[in-house]
C-alpha cells in the first residue's frame, strides 16, 4: 500500500513557505506545498501536493488556472485533484470539486472557481504513478501560471534527496598507499548497462593507476567488464549485463597518480557519473605522487636545496655553450652514491661512482661514459654511453658536467627550467 508523508519541503527539504506579494483584492497569494518521504530509483510512487492560497484571492464565479510541470524524463500517470468544501470551518473560497487534472505525462492544469466562501482556498493534489528515468537525480513539481494568477510560480523537489541506483565509498590507509573502491547496488537491475555506466573522472593534472587493480564481485549477478581508462583522467567500469539479484562489488589496489611532487597535493577530488546514478557524485580520495624532489639547484647560487633543506657546494652550477654543468661529487651523493664509492683516479684523470650493482666510469675531456652492471648471475655487462658534453675541472678544481647522463644511469631523473635557471633532480617513486 503506497503511504503519504506530509511536510513542508524546499529544495534542501526544509520547511518552507513562500510567499509571493499578489494585486489581486488587496491580499497577498501565497501557496504551500507539502510534499513527502524517500523514494528509490525508478521506482514509481506517489506524491501529495497541497496548495493553499489567502481567502479573498479569488471572488464569487471568478476563475483562475493552476498549471504543474514535472522535470524533463519525468511523468507522472494522472493528478488526482480534491477540493474540499470547508477549510477549518469556513467555506473554502473556490468550489468544492474533485477529479483528474487534465493534461497527462508532464504537464497538467486545473480551472478553480470562485464560491464567494469566507475561507482560504485549499486544493489537495495526488500524483500518482510518478516515475523518474535514467539520469534524472531528483523530481521537481514547477507551479507555472499567468502574471496575474493567484496561483504564483515555485518549485519543490518530491524526492528526498537525490535518486540513486548504487553507493559508493573509498577506503585506503594512508598517503600514497592504494585505494579500495566499494560498490553497492541499491536494488536489483538499478545498474546500467554500457560502457558508461560508471565512471571516475579525476581533475586535470592527475590519473588512475590500475595496472595492479582487482574488480570483483562479491554479491548478487551484475554481469561486469574489465576496468577501462588505465593511465587516463577517466577510468570505466563496463555493465554487460543487469543484475537479477542486487549485486555488491569492489575495485582494490587502485592508485590515484600525479605529475606534481611529492611535497604536493596529498588528497584529490573524484567526479563520480555515468548513465547509472550514484548516491554521492563525489569521493576524495589519497594521491600518490609519481615523484620525489630529491634536490634543487640553481645557476650561479653556491645554495642548493634538499627536502626544504638549505645547503651549500663550492662550485656554483653554470652555463656552458647552452649546457647547465652542477658538480659531480654533489648530485652523486643525492643519487644515492656513497661518499666512499665516488673515486678519483689522477693517473688517468678517471671519476667512478659506484651505487649497488651499477658503476659508473668517466674521464674528464672525454664524452664517453661507462656503464657496468652486475647481472643477477653474478655477471657484469658493460656499455658505453656517448654524452654531449664531456667532465671538466672547474676553477675549483672539482668535476662538473652536465649531469643528465649520469642522473639517469643512477636511476633519477632531471628537470630543467630554463626561465629560472634551475636543475630539479627528481626520484621516481613507482
Known amino acids: ?69 514535472l522535470n524533463a524524463d519525468v511523468s507522472a500517470r494522472r493528478i488526482a485533484y480534491q477540493i474540499p468544501a470547508t477549510v477549518g470551518g469556513s467555506t473554502n473560497m473556490f468550489v468544492a470539486a474533485s477529479g ?115 574488480l570483483e564481485r562479491t554479491e548478487g549477478n551484475l554481469e561486469l567488464g574489465a576496468l577501462e581508462g588505465d593511465g587516463t583522467g577517466t577510468l570505466r567500469v563496463p555493465v554487460r549485463q543487469v543484475s537479477g539479484r542486487a549485486t555488491d562489488f569492489y575495485i582494490a589496489n587502485l592508485r590515484v ?69 652542477l658538480p659531480l661529487r654533489a648530485v652523486a651523493e643525492l643519487c644515492g652514491v656513497a661518499a666512499q664509492d665516488v673515486r678519483w683516479e689522477p693517473r688517468d684523470q678517471s671519476i667512478t661512482l659506484r651505487q649497488g650493482d651499477v658503476t659508473l666510469r668517466l674521464v674528464l675531456g672525454s664524452r664517453e661514459m661507462e656503464v657496468i652492471k652486475r647481472q643477477a648471475d653474478g655477471k657484469t655487462a658493460t656499455s658505453l654511453v656517448v654524452m654531449d658534453a664531456a667532465p671538466e675541472l672547474s676553477k675549483e678544481m672539482r668535476t662538473c658536467l652536465p649531469i643528465r647522463w649520469v642522473v639517469e644511469a643512477l636511476g633519477r631523473e632531471v628537470i630543467w627550467d630554463e626561465t629560472q635557471g634551475q636543475v630539479t633532480i627528481v626520484r621516481r617513486l613507482f
Open 257 to 325: 597518480r600525479s605529475a606534481q611532487f611529492l611535497e604536493g597535493a596529498t588528497h584529490v577530488t573524484m567526479q563520480v557519473g555515468g548513465t547509472s546514478r550514484v548516491t554521492a557524485n563525489q569521493l576524495t580520495l589519497p594521491v600518490a605522487p609519481d615523484r620525489e624532489k630529491v634536490a634543487q639547484f640553481r645557476m650561479g647560487d653556491n645554495t642548493y636545496t634538499v627536502r626544504g633543506q638549505k645547503l651549500t657546494v663550492e662550485t656554483a652550477p653554470y652555463i656552458k655553450d647552452g649546457r647547465a654543468y
Open 1 to 69: 500500500m503506497k503511504r503519504y508523508w506530509h511536510g513542508v519541503v524546499s529544495a534542501a527539504l526544509l520547511a518552507l513557505v513562500t510567499v509571493v506579494a499578489m494585486p489581486e483584492v488587496g491580499q497577498a497569494a501565497t501557496y504551500q506545498v507539502v510534499s513527502a518521504a524517500p523514494v528509490g530509483a525508478n521506482e514509481l510512487f506517489d506524491r501529495r501536493v497541497i496548495v493553499e492560497v489567502p481567502a479573498n484571492a479569488l471572488a464569487l464565479g471568478e476563475t483562475d488556472q493552476l498549471h504543474l510541470r
Open 100 to 214: 483528474d487534472m487534465a493534461g497527462g505525462n508532464r504537464t497538467f492544469s486545473l480551472t478553480v472557481t470562485g464560491s464567494g466562501g469566507s475561507g482560504e482556498g485549499r486544493i489537495v493534489l495526488d500524483l500518482i504513478d510518478v516515475q523518474a528515468e535514467g539520469g534524472v537525480r531528483d523530481v521537481r513539481l514547477m507551479i507555472e501560471s499567468a502574471p496575474s494568477s493567484i496561483f504564483q510560480p515555485g518549485e519543490s523537489t518530491l524526492t528526498s534527496g537525490v535518486l540513486a541506483d548504487y553507493a559508493v565509498a573509498a577506503t585506503w590507509s594512508g598517503v600514497n598507499e592504494p585505494v579500495t573502491l566499494r560498490f553497492r547496488e541499491l536494488k536489483a537491475g538499478q545498474i546500467r548497462t554500457g560502457s558508461d555506466s560508471i565512471t571516475l573522472q579525476l581533475p586535470a593534472g592527475y590519473t588512475w593507476d590500475a595496472r595492479a587493480a582487482r
